[in-house]
C-alpha cells in the first residue's frame, strides 16, 4: 500500500468516524428529547391523578353528608309517622266512643 493510498484511507475513516459521531449525538440529543417528553408527560398524569383524587374524595366527603342527612330524615319521618299513627288511634277512638254514645242516645230516645 502507497502512502497516497494509506492517507486516502485515513480520510476515509476519519470521514466515516465524523459521521458515526454525528449520529451517536443526534441519537443522544433524540433521547434526551423524548426523556424530557416522558417526563412532562408523567408530571401531567400525576397532577391530573392528584387532582382526580381531591374530587372523589369530595364527593365521597358530598355522599357521606347526604347519606347522614338521609338517616336523620329517615328517623325523623319515622318518629312524626309513629306519632301521627298514635294521634289517629286516639282520635280514632274518641271518635268511636263519641259515636257509641250519640247511638246509645239515639236507642234510649225511641
Known amino acids: 500500500m502507497t502512502p497516497e493510498e494509506r492517507e486516502e ?23 434526551a428529547m423524548t426523556t424530557e417528553a416522558v417526563q412532562r408527560l408523567n408530571d401531567k398524569v400525576d397532577a391530573f391523578h392528584d387532582e382526580t383524587t381531591r374530587n372523589f374524595d369530595g364527593v365521597r366527603a358530598q355522599i357521606a353528608a347526604v347519606s ?3 338517616g336523620a330524615f329517615r328517623v325523623e319521618t319515622a318518629h312524626n309517622f309513629a306519632d301521627l299513627r298514635a294521634e289517629i288511634r286516639s282520635s280514632y277512638k274518641d271518635t268511636d266512643r263519641r259515636l257509641k254514645t250519640v247511638e246509645a242516645r239515639h236507642a234510649s230516645r225511641r
Do not use: K
Open 9 to 31: 484511507m485515513r480520510r476515509h475513516f476519519g470521514v466515516l468516524t465524523e459521521d458515526v459521531h454525528r449520529r451517536l449525538r443526534m441519537v443522544a440529543e433524540s433521547n
Open 68 to 70: 347522614g342527612e338521609a
